[in-house]
């Protein structure tokens, strides 16, 4: 059976690198990044800075010690350079190239407007959910999933999420996430789905 438990500082070296495994194939970051080697070094340092920020605006859950994570932000705050500096998101773009950053952040904005024409009102985000990879199809997720909606459930809120991937997409649905835009990401061959949960 999964234990689910909230994060402790401790999980966070297995918990990154759950994170970056998790994202290593993943196409977004595939196009972000095209070079493995970097690629990896730079999922490092971004999934340490999404942990860093959702243990300080959300709740972070980590299943079996850290074969899964999932991260919900809380409503009422949004990113800004303070987070940025504090978190660790400026280590994490730097050593990117001109091209990447642009990519990485034209992305971002693309999919800030899209949420904010499918959310009004007060709603948390689940950003991310990752299963190492060898732990994949055991539940896991679906265990990480029920235990943070409970959370998003108790303050009678929406939940929102994001993904590229299909097959992701489908697995939303069957935790209870209906589809409110699908929508081509520019530039790429890639479709955006963004996925709303009502309590």
């Not at 959910?129 to 303050?155: F, Y």
Request: glycine share 10%; aromatic share 10%; net charge neutral.
């Amino acid at each position: 059976m999964t234990e689910i438990r909230p994060f402790q500082k401790q999980d966070t070296p297995r918990v990154v690198n759950t994170m970056a495994a998790a994202f290593a194939e993943d196409a977004l970051y595939r196009y972000f990044v095209e070079e493995e080697a970097e690629r990896k070094a730079f999922l490092e340092a971004f999934m340490a800075f999404r942990l860093r920020y959702g243990q300080k605006y959300g709740k972070v859950f980590v299943a079996d010690g850290g074969e899964g994570v999932t991260i919900f932000l809380k409503s009422g705050h949004q990113m800004g350079p303070a987070d940025l500096l504090l978190c660790g998101g400026l280590r994490a773009m730097l050593p990117r190239t001109k091209e990447e950053r642009e990519r990485i952040m034209g992305f971002n904005d693309f999919a800030d407007k899209l949420a904010a024409q499918a959310v009004k009102g007060p709603c948390w985000h689940l950003s991310p959910i990752c299963v190492a990879p060898a732990s994949q199809g055991k539940g896991i997720g679906k265990a990480l999933m029920a235990c943070g909606l409970s959370q998003v459930r108790a303050s009678g809120q929406l939940c929102y999420l994001e993904t590229q991937s299909a097959g992701n997409a489908a697995f939303y649905q069957v935790c209870g996430f209906r589809e409110v835009s699908r929508t081509p990401v520019p530039g790429t061959e890639m479709e955006h789905w963004g996925m709303l949960w009502e309590p």
